[in-house]
């Protein structure tokens, strides 16, 4: 059985299409648009690869391809770093270890959720 490869996209259409077919026709494998759909504990992904360009803006994208590393699928973009990626951090650490960066400035939320009363979360 061939391994398949599937791709978590948006409403991009270069990059998608041209991923699938240079996969497909250059490789061993299968490449195609991931389906996703309901995903129960202890899943077995039926992808030996992901690719994530879309799991930043779907909170259960970023969940299923948790589930799916846990399945023992390789996922690229890794899912556990979404949730310690800090670009604040990052310029921070560089610029102590004296790479020059653009200058920076962490700012608080203008508005916030509706569960949230600003009044006593200050």
Same mark, same amino acid.
């Given at each position: 059985?061939?391994?398949?490869?599937?791709?978590?996209?948006?409403?991009?259409?270069?990059?998608? !299409?041209?991923? $699938?077919?240079?996969?497909?026709?250059?490789?061993? &494998? +299968?490449?195609?648009? !991931?389906?996703?759909?309901?995903?129960?504990?202890?899943?077995?992904? %039926? =992808?030996? @690869?992901? @690719?994530? +360009?879309? #799991?930043?803006?779907?909170? /259960?994208?970023?969940?299923?391809?948790?589930?799916?590393?846990?399945?023992?699928? =390789?996922?690229?973009?890794? %899912? /556990?770093?979404?949730?310690?990626?800090?670009? &604040? &951090?990052? /310029? #921070?650490?560089? !610029?102590? $270890?004296? @790479? +020059?960066? %653009?200058?920076? @400035?962490?700012?608080? #939320?203008?508005? =916030?959720?509706?569960?949230?009363? %600003?009044? +006593?979360?200050?």
């Amino acid at each position: 059985m061939t391994e398949r490869i599937g791709i978590l996209c948006g409403m991009e259409e270069s990059f998608p !299409a041209a991923f $699938i077919t240079k996969i497909n026709t250059t490789t061993e &494998f +299968r490449a195609e648009i !991931a389906k996703l759909g309901g995903i129960k504990e202890a899943w077995d992904s %039926p =992808y030996a @690869v992901l @690719v994530d +360009r879309i #799991s930043h803006e779907v909170p /259960f994208y970023r969940l299923a391809l948790k589930a799916a590393a846990l399945a023992g699928t =390789y996922v690229i973009n890794d %899912p /556990f770093w979404w949730s310690a990626d800090d670009k &604040f &951090f990052g /310029f #921070s650490l560089a !610029a102590k $270890i004296g @790479v +020059r960066v %653009p200058k920076t @400035v962490l700012l608080p #939320s203008k508005s =916030y959720i509706p569960a949230i009363d %600003p009044n +006593r979360s200050l």
